[in-house]
């Protein structure tokens, strides 16, 4: 399985890579102390450093002075988890111009690393630079613009007299008396382009049609092209005919060229541009939006903006998005939004907006860039989709590590209790050898030295030398008789019993031992101990020898804390741990016995090998190293485990582990029935 799963794993990181790769948009990683850590190609191609020399120095030296401030104040609040979104400042280039970014980023859960995206909007600063400084020319060219009026009688749909103001000197070249000694002069200037616009527009005047502010170009009398701005107002009797139409005419020249001059940057922009008057009515657009929704510049002109919006978002998040606001100082507010489009067919398509509102003599105008993000979304679908796929790879891979894992230890576990059961098998073979070879000189040797002593005298020497042999026939004797049980233990007979009388047998038997060690005895037993299945006499071997132990490890007096307790289903997590080797049952009610000493405990690397037979840690003569490996087999032969570790505070614990009556019962069988 891992072989299956490392293709797709490494195909998914590749497409990572080359989307961080091959992103026009300037991605990185950062830490928090201020300096890159990752970069993608598009911060060399934006300002020609190498990713080496954009890393080796921090961020904050490449950029501009007069935004040092400002920046460190947004890696500050990165650093305590606040996301930084549309923040613009400017960086040096490798050639030392400066480039204005805008950046969005976020920080990761443990406000370590910074992950961020730049976009290069310096054309879109110089943009709004020139559009501001083209709009103060503008409002100055209309302040020193000359406007003249003219009046014009009619009757019966037909003209009847015309008269100029002085003003027509300065606007046309032409006195008012030019204009009376020619009737059809202020016709003959009009610009041979625009002279059809102007006679469909008084047709309409004549038919007593309102009409909007005719724009048109005359020629000036000093032969230079002029662009005008006639605004007409009708003038009608009770009977509501026209008997008058007066006129204002403006030199709209010098604001035209800065029309046309803006018309090039707004072109000149990557994005739709729209312009919004103060109303919300679309001003102007740029060919781009013409072709992103699908609309002619004319369709577009005079209508609410709201309509490049899908129905559901015109009165919330469209009515914010495009509100002319703006703040009293005059400086652009920036904002972004993501939104969805409605192009003239009808269909809808995620939009990034970016607004810019700028107070002016004619009030706010609102200037919109809208991107398409179409693509960026379907990459992100496409990357969230493969980061999907990853982590459920990933999910599946862990598992089958944990799987192989587990496998392993218990395929570990399983060799070592193989290996121990071959030591133990050869070990009990050359014991059993061992005690039988053992066992009948030791017989004959006894039962001598029982002879010699009842024919010797009162010497004092001799009966001493026969206590002595007495005695090391007697330990020899105990070897033999543990290497026997150790060699073949004998089944137990199980019978209902209760834990506590084997417990204080073996501490009356030890008794005397005790008293001589200065060893004191605590009880602690569960009033709710129930009967068990248990061989008496080999659990009291079995306490014997832990006490036993247990004075020897106290050879300056101590304490020994005996408790008994119970553990019924479900077993505590605490407990869980002491199961591990014996034959239980989740629904088992547990009697776990536990012999607490204060003496010096056991070296803690050789524990591991305590069980092991002819292992002691006493010194040579105190044992044989076959008690603890016993007591093991017979706490085994009942179904059980034993488990030995130091306390805390000093001292050894030994834990006993056994099934109560209360589980046999449950199972309608014994022990020897259930294995």
Avoid at 30 to 35: K, L, M, N, R, V
Wanted: proline letters at 5%; one cysteine or more; hydrophobic letters at 40%.
């Amino acid at each position: 399985m891992p072989d299956l799963a490392a293709k797709p794993v490494a195909t998914s990181d590749g497409e990572l890579a080359a989307l961080f790769q091959l992103s026009l948009e300037m991605l990185c990683i950062a830490s928090t102390d201020g300096f890159f850590k990752r970069l993608n190609p598009a911060f060399q191609n934006t300002l020609g450093y190498s990713q080496q020399e954009l890393m080796a120095r921090p961020l904050v030296d490449f950029v501009h002075p007069d935004d040092q401030e400002s920046t460190l104040r947004e890696l500050h609040k990165l650093a305590e988890g606040q996301p930084t979104i549309r923040f613009d400042n400017r960086y040096r280039c490798a050639d030392g111009s400066y480039r204005w970014l805008s950046w969005t980023a976020v920080p990761d859960s443990h406000g370590q690393r910074i992950y961020a995206a730049a976009s290069d909007v310096t054309s879109r600063r110089h943009f709004e630079d020139a559009l501001r400084e083209s709009q103060r020319r503008y409002r100055q060219l209309l302040e020193a613009i000359t406007t003249y009026r003219y009046s014009v009688e009619v009757r019966d749909g037909r003209t009847q007299f015309t008269w100029h103001s002085e003003g027509s000197l300065v606007a046309t070249g032409y006195a008012p008396a030019d204009f009376e000694a020619d009737p059809y002069l202020w016709f003959n200037m009009i610009h041979a382009d625009d002279r059809e616009l102007v006679r469909r527009e008084l047709r309409r005047v004549l038919a007593n049609q309102d009409v909007p502010p005719i724009e048109h170009r005359i020629r000036h009398k000093n032969g230079q092209v002029r662009w005008v701005q006639d605004t007409i107002v009708l003038n009608r009797d009770e009977r509501g005919r026209l008997i008058r139409y007066d006129g204002l005419v403006q030199d709209i020249t010098e604001r035209k060229r800065v029309e046309k001059r803006f018309r090039r940057l707004l072109e000149s922009a990557p994005d739709a541009m729209v312009v919004v008057d103060g109303a919300g009515r679309i001003a102007m657009v740029s060919v781009r939006t013409e072709k992103l929704f699908g609309y002619s510049r004319q369709e577009l002109l005079g209508r609410d903006v709201r309509c490049l919006l899908p129905e559901r978002l015109r009165a919330g998040q469209g009515q914010d998005c495009f509100s002319s606001s703006a703040p009293s100082t005059g400086i652009a507010m920036h904002d972004c939004r993501d939104l969805y489009c409605l192009r003239k067919n009808g269909d809808e398509f995620p939009a990034q907006i970016f607004v810019s509102p700028t107070e002016g003599d004619d009030g706010v105008l609102l200037y919109a860039a809208i991107r398409d993000i179409s693509e960026h979304r379907e990459a992100q679908a496409r990357v969230a989709q493969r980061t999907g796929q990853l982590a459920q790879l990933n999910a599946e891979l862990s598992g089958a590590l944990a799987a192989l894992q587990a496998t392993n230890e218990q395929l570990v576990n399983t060799q070592l209790q193989l290996v121990q059961a071959a030591k133990t098998e050869t070990v009990g073979r050359l014991a059993a050898g061992i005690a039988h070879e053992v066992k009948n000189p030791l017989a004959i040797a006894s039962l001598a030295v029982e002879y010699l002593s009842s024919r010797i005298n009162s010497d004092c020497q001799t009966v001493e030398a026969i206590t002595e042999l007495q005695q090391a026939i007697k330990r020899a004797d105990v070897a033999v008789q543990g290497l026997m049980r150790f060699a073949r233990p004998g089944k137990p007979n199980l019978k209902p019993g209760d834990l506590k009388a084997p417990v204080e047998t073996a501490l009356l038997m030890l008794k005397r031992e005790l008293a001589l060690a200065h060893v004191t005895v605590t009880r602690e037993y569960d009033p709710s101990i129930p009967s068990m299945r248990i061989d008496a006499s080999s659990i009291e071997q079995v306490f014997i020898n832990i006490f036993m132990n247990a004075i020897d490890a106290m050879p300056h007096g101590g304490k020994v804390t005996v408790r008994i307790r119970v553990a019924r289903p479900p077993v505590p997590e605490t407990d869980c741990d002491l199961l591990r080797g014996g034959s239980f049952r989740p629904h088992d009610t547990l009697v776990i016995a536990e012999v607490e000493d204060t003496g010096v405990g056991i070296p803690p690397e050789k524990l591991p090998q305590i069980f092991e037979p002819f292992f002691t840690t006493k010194p040579v003569g105190k044992g044989t190293g076959l008690g603890l490996t016993v007591c093991r087999s017979i706490v085994k032969l009942h179904g059980g485990t034993i488990a030995i570790a130091n306390c805390a505070a000093g001292g050894v614990r030994v834990t006993i582990v056994l099934k109560g009556m209360e589980t046999y019962a449950s199972q309608e069988e014994s022990p020897d029935r259930g294995r």
